[in-house]
């Protein structure tokens, strides 16, 4: 597709439960992010891919959470033994490789954690 | 620590009038500024952006912003308000390098009176 496929849009999970939440970035950008929206907490940084390099991973929240991304292009987030406070959308944007150029949204995944 | 700031959450304003959404960031160096809109449901989409240059940048959809050194402030505008243009709108820092990560403001929800 043209921009950045996220999938499902919406994830009801019951606590404790694993969930898995994947990201298309758009084709032949080197760059992956993935943020979280939330009430009171307003976007959050989580993790970043460029290429083959290591992620950086400062913005995870707990040990709970981890991302990978495979081929360089698909990038899976997984978060282990859900919480309430995990509810949020989960935003993944990409951008191509070159500096200062922009990032490229998907529409997100509304996870509910009940 | 890098942040960025809009002070108003909620703006109403009647459709034709004039709009100003306030945004101030605190960074050590120049940033990368940008300005995104969210529809419900939707994805963050790109309205402008700053990197360098003249400092009064016009945008998408009639928007257009100013980047004031001496103020931090990166101040989104438009002249007439259509009723299409209530969303929410996120002001950004972006990291000049590394990572090029955005550190987002708390977002201003626009209502539009007919």
């Known amino acids: 597709g043209a921009g950045v496929s996220q999938s499902p849009s919406n994830k009801v999970t019951e606590k404790g439960k694993d969930v898995e939440l994947r990201c298309d970035p758009i084709s032949g950008h080197t760059a992956l992010y993935w943020y979280r929206q939330s009430l009171g907490q307003g976007l959050e940084f989580l993790i970043y891919?460029?290429?083959?390099?290591?992620?950086?991973k400062s913005g995870l929240p707990s040990d709970r959470f981890s991302a990978e991304r495979t081929g360089g292009s698909v990038s899976t987030l997984t978060i282990q033994r859900t919480q309430q406070e995990d509810s949020a959308v989960y935003l993944c944007a990409s951008r191509p490789g070159l500096a200062g150029n922009i990032q490229y949204f998907g529409a997100g995944t509304r996870l509910s954690v009940l | 620590a890098q942040s960025v700031t809009q002070p108003d959450i909620h703006i109403t304003v009647s459709e034709g009038a004039s709009l100003e959404l306030r945004c101030n960031y605190s960074?050590?160096?120049?940033?990368?500024l940008f300005w995104y809109v969210q529809s419900p449901g939707q994805g963050l989409q790109l309205l402008l952006k700053?990197?360098?240059?003249?400092?009064l940048v016009q945008g998408i959809k009639g928007f257009e912003a100013e980047f004031k050194r001496s103020q931090s402030s990166f101040n989104l505008r438009k002249p007439s308000v259509h009723w299409s243009d209530a969303a929410e709108y996120f002001c950004a820092v972006g990291e000049p390098s590394g990572t090029y990560k955005y550190i987002f403001g708390t977002g201003t929800r626009l209502k539009v009176l007919a």
């Open positions: 891919f460029q290429g083959n390099s290591a992620p950086d």
């Open positions: 700053y990197f360098s240059g003249d400092t």
């Open positions: 960074y050590g160096a120049t940033p990368y």
